[in-house]
């Protein structure tokens, strides 16, 4: 058990560390974004493949340093070392071993799942702790799509009421900005799609740049409608109301189908922990009398 956690630690850090090399590498490769006609419009520190899954997942997350890869292999390689290094003080020490010692002699239907249990304790705690990294950048890009899912409706509206007004679209995304806390990822996103339209990228690159980090669905749609009034030379008003519109409407029936599958999820908790204690007050002390009347019946013999 203990040479087997070790070979694994040391492999599982050697593969981090030539994934840590490769991502380095990469990382220093400067390269050129050029448009169809050759004008440069920027310069940036990207790596070589494009379709690098985990810098995109990162980015997707909101980590979107240079070396955020990198800083989540080595997050990874040092979680995994601790956890190697917990499962074998556990297994030294002879923790799981006692634990499950204690539950053999419990009941069979309690000490049949624990006891395999402990016995893998030493793996599940390496486990546990070496997947704490993925499961904060899966955490952070959940609250990331809640975050822009929840502010877009009422952006959109705010969008809508300064374009009817008579401002012109880059006008309205100013004030909106201007009116707005950045620490929210849906107005960071706007701004950098903002400095993207002042740097001369076109104004449809820029929607689908924006639809490309975000990867939400409401914000996919509403930036394909904005390409699609773009390129028809639709007026903008109507489009955003039309959207923030539909936004609502979509949340409403979200809501609604989250509302009527309710009653379906409440039935495995209400089965599990509530009929049971209701039987136990109710019926408790009448079967505890009729024990005691069955003693005496039998002592009475």
């Not at 492999?11 to 490769?22: D, K, P, Q, S």
């Not at 169809?36 to 997707?60: H, Y």
Request: some cysteine.
């Amino acid at each position: 058990m203990k040479s087997l956690l070790i070979t694994l630690g040391w492999l599982f850090a050697m593969a981090v560390a030539y994934l840590i090399a490769t991502r380095w590498h990469r990382l220093t490769s400067v390269r050129r974004r050029v448009l169809d006609s050759g004008d440069v419009i920027m310069e940036e520190e990207v790596p070589e493949e494009s379709g690098d899954r985990l810098t995109r997942w990162l980015a997707l997350a909101g980590y979107r340093a240079p070396g955020s890869a990198s800083a989540f292999l080595l997050a990874c390689l040092l979680s995994a070392a601790l956890g190697a290094a917990l499962g074998l003080a556990s297994h030294s020490f002879g923790l799981f071993e006692l634990l499950q010692e204690r539950a053999e002699n419990m009941p069979v239907a309690i000490g049949g799942v624990s006891g395999p249990l402990f016995a893998a304790g030493p793996w599940l705690l390496f486990l546990g702790i070496a997947s704490i990294p993925w499961l904060t950048v899966r955490r952070r890009r959940r609250e990331r799509v809640l975050s822009i899912e929840q502010d877009l409706p009422v952006v959109l509206d705010l969008f809508a009421t300064l374009s009817e007004s008579g401002l012109g679209f880059d006008a309205s995304l100013s004030k909106l900005l201007e009116s707005e806390n950045d620490d929210r990822p849906l107005e960071a996103e706007l701004r950098l799609f903002q400095l993207e339209t002042l740097t001369g990228i076109p104004r449809v690159q820029c929607f689908r740049r924006l639809s490309d980090r975000c990867r939400v669905g409401s914000m996919t749609i509403f930036c394909s409608a904005m390409v699609q009034a773009e390129q028809v030379g639709a007026g903008f008003s109507a489009v955003l109301a039309r959207q923030a519109a539909d936004l609502r409407t979509r949340r409403r029936e979200e809501a609604m189908v989250q509302a009527h599958a309710l009653p379906v999820k409440l039935v495995f908790p209400l089965v599990a922990f509530f009929l049971p204690s209701i039987f136990l007050v109710t019926l408790g002390p009448a079967f505890r009398d009729f024990m005691e009347m069955i003693d005496g019946v039998i002592q009475g013999y």
